[in-house]
């Protein structure tokens, strides 16, 4: 099974900053890596796919990147509507997701 | 616009199977192209891949799940189904369908999710 390990666990941060969120995979998974926001009482919502592919409708400060064992969610200028919870999820062997980072406000 | 409702009780025995149905509108299971998938929430938790079906009848299980599990489709009613035998506390979670796009899966669409609790 491959295991994805997401840091911070929580994060604090204003609205303006730049947020950063790393998921590191247990072995590679090349580039299958996807992002998801949470908010409270919803379901996720998929922002990225393939690592650094924006998904439609998603606004362009998200972006992602890395490959291998090592990817990086940035949101450029933190907004009041992103404060949620960021999950990562693998798609190379099967499929498994981070324990998630709740970006809170500070 | 697609959407997934999941359907089925919300209360569930210890050892007995639970069953949950996720009904597709607004696209066609049987046009192929995605995989048809379960993810569960336990309770202020992370999210757990369940496993997922093609609509020819493929599976793919969560390894630590894979001995009670059993997805299955039916293209006539658009739906999807997940039964999960055995239960116990430890399944208490939000169950969610979920749209996957074959190329990876990606989940594009998701249910509202349904709660189920174990419990006698």
Known sequence: DIQMTQSPSTLSASVGDRVTITCRASQSINSWLAWYQQKPGKAPKLLIYKASSLESGVPSRFSGSGSGTEFTLIISSLQPDDFATYYCQQYDSYSSFGQGT???IK | QVQLQESGPGLVKPSQTLSLS?????????SGGYYWSWIRQHPGQGLEWIGYIYYIGSTYYNPSLKSRINISVDTSKNQFSLKLRSVTAADTALYYCARGEAAGPVFDYW???SLVTVSS
């Open chain 1, 102 to 104: 709740k970006v809170e």
């Open chain 2, 22 to 30: 996720c009904t597709v509108s607004g696209g066609s299971i049987s």
């Open chain 2, 111 to 113: 249910g509202q999710g």
